[in-house]
C-alpha cells in the first residue's frame, strides 16, 4: 500500500504570495492532519479534517487555511506569505475507522521557503 | 493542556552502546504515546506506539519502550546501537475526542549521533 504522498516537495515563493500544498493520505484513511515544523518552535499542529470537515485546529492565524475532498486528498493553503511560514509542511494520515483517534502515518512533507 | 519534554537536547553514543532516550508527557487521562524518528530533509517515520495494555511496547528497528504511568514517562530503549540510527526522535502525546481530534503535542526532540 502506497504511503501518504505531499506535492510539490520543495517550494520557493516570495512575502505576499500565497501557496497550495496538496496531501494525498493512504489508501482508506480518513482523517488528516497538518503540521509545521521549524528549528525554532519546533512540530505544531495546524488543524485536522475528517470526511471534509475540519474538526480542530491549532493557534494559528487565519492565512492558514485548509480544505479535505470527498477522495480525503486535503490541500493547505498559506495566503499573504511571510518570511516566518518558511517551514517543513508534514501531512499526517490515519484510518479513524469511526472517527475516533488512530496512529497517524507522515508524508515527506513539503520545504517551503519564503523569500 | 497536554504536553511533551525531551530532556536531552543532544545524545551522543559509541555504536554498539545501550540507549534511552527520555520523554515525560502532561496529560490527565491515559494518553496515546509514540515515538518516532526522523531523518535529515525526511518526513516521520513511526518507530512504536503505546494505547493501552502491556507497558513494555516492541518497535521496529529493535526498538522499545515503556509506559510508566506513575512518573508519566515513556523512555524509548535499545540494547545495542547502529550507526544508521543517527537521526532525530520524537516523542508525542495524543488524546481521545473533544478538542484533540487528529493532533499530535511533540517533544522537542532529541538528536542522536553515532560514534564508530
Known sequence: ????TQTPRYLIKTRGQQVTLSCSPISGHRSVSWYQQTPGQGLQFLFEYFSETQRNKGNFPGRFSGRQFSNSRSEMNVSTLELGDSALYLCASSLSLNGG????YFGPGTRLLVL | AQ??????IHITVSEGASLELRCNYSYGAT???????QSPGQGLQLLLKYFSGDTLVQGIKGFEAEFKRSQSSFNLRKPSVHWSDAAEYFCAVGSAGGTSYGKLTFGQGTILTVHP
Open chain 2, 31 to 37: 494518553p496515546y504515546l509514540f515515538w518516532y524518528v
Open chain 2, 3 to 8: 504536553s511533551v519534554t525531551q530532556p536531552d
Open chain 1, 101 to 104: 483517534w488512530e496512529t497517524q
Open chain 1, 1 to 4: 500500500k502506497a504511503g501518504v
